[in-house]
């Protein structure tokens, strides 16, 4: 029997909003040279529709920059199944 996979979206709004205005701007400036130091673009694609399936080092690396800021893993991140 053939069972299919699940996938998830993973977005992490949820912890912009949880960031001190005064460090918003520096935290989505270290996201974007985290996920994508070439293209912004990708970044926003990210911020704006979610990752799905994303790598767990990924997964791992934003929810430590969080964490330098104060906010939990259950802060950032909404997952979905899709």
Not at 23 to 52: C, F, H, M, Q
């Amino acid at each position: 029997m053939f069972r299919m996979r699940q996938h998830f979206r993973y977005f992490f709004k949820k912890g912009l909003s949880e960031v001190k205005v005064s460090d918003s701007r520096e935290i989505r400036e270290r996201l974007v040279s985290l996920i994508s130091p070439e293209r912004k673009s990708t970044y926003y694609a990210i911020a704006n529709r979610g990752w799905r399936d994303i790598p767990v080092h990924m997964y791992n690396a934003i929810t430590a920059l969080f964490g330098e800021y104060g906010v939990r893993e259950d802060e950032v991140w909404e997952i979905q199944e899709i």
